[in-house]
């Protein structure tokens, strides 16, 4: 069993042992109201599947009020697992890190308002759970469809798709003073021991992207830090160091001065904060064309 074909190219293939299925908040009643209300506290079963299939595609949306998009968690189970593989806010989930509304269109996962989209394919081969809790003291609610395929036999060679969120409160730290390549004195890092971690995981598998937000009160550029692969326990220096935030998420010069947000298929600077670089900020980075593979660990930090 394929995962999937190119978008154009091979829509014309038939496939067999198919059968496109779908969850979704529709009012069974006939009428329209088309939400699901999530009480404060509860935990709802958006849909369950038993056997091989794959999702192809998640909508939502529901308020941004009372950082609604943060109270409201998605859990993503797969195979019978008691751990979920997804585990992260509805909206920081589609890349809405800040619960406020916004544009952005990329490859995998686009919003326009709160009209939130992903078409991460999501493989599964005896079974998928997909959860929402409200884990707040407000009652909610939620749209959503969650549109899959079941099929007649699992796939071969497929991963299962993870998703997890972190908050950090990132402190600025004393490091060493020396010159760079250029001779100019300034802070080093060497080691990358006090990097924000982005990622650490273990087992084998590809690190297909991350959305990375910032909310500071300091002034000042804030996207110098060198993004670091250590991929399968390697040792310092990694193969895989680059040269900056601003350039891991594709951008440069400061993101054009925080002139204006903008969104590509795979990168984009889609939250603007201040022009003194204070304030909310948002970006992303998908490795659709370039996943970063391992074997056995991968620890990807900044």
Known sequence: MQIGTSSLAGLAQMRSGVKSCRWSSWDTTGGNRDNWPIKAGEKVTLGETDG???????????????????????????????TPSVVCPVGDFFGLGHAKAVYHQSLPVQTSYLGMNCWWPMPFAKGARFEVTNDSDVDSFLYFYVDYQAWDRPG????????????????????????????????????GEDNFVVLKATGKGHYAGCYLHIDTNETGWWGEG?????????AWPPRLHGTGTEDYFCGAWNYKQLQEAYSTPYYGYHFKGNQDYTGKHSQYRFHVEDPVCFDKSLLFSI
């Open 52 to 82: 091989a299939g794959c999702v192809r595609h998640i909508w939502m949306t529901t308020s941004e009020v009372d950082n609604n998009l943060k109270r409201l968690v998605l859990r993503c189970y797969w195979d019978g697992e008691q």
């Open 156 to 191: 071969q060679d497929l991963g299962r798709f993870h998703a997890n969120w972190k908050r950090e409160l990132v402190l600025r730290k004393d490091a060493p003073i020396g010159p760079n390549a250029s001779g100019q004195d300034q802070r080093l890092n060497a080691t």
């Open 226 to 234: 060198d993004d670091m692969f250590f991929v399968d326990g390697e």
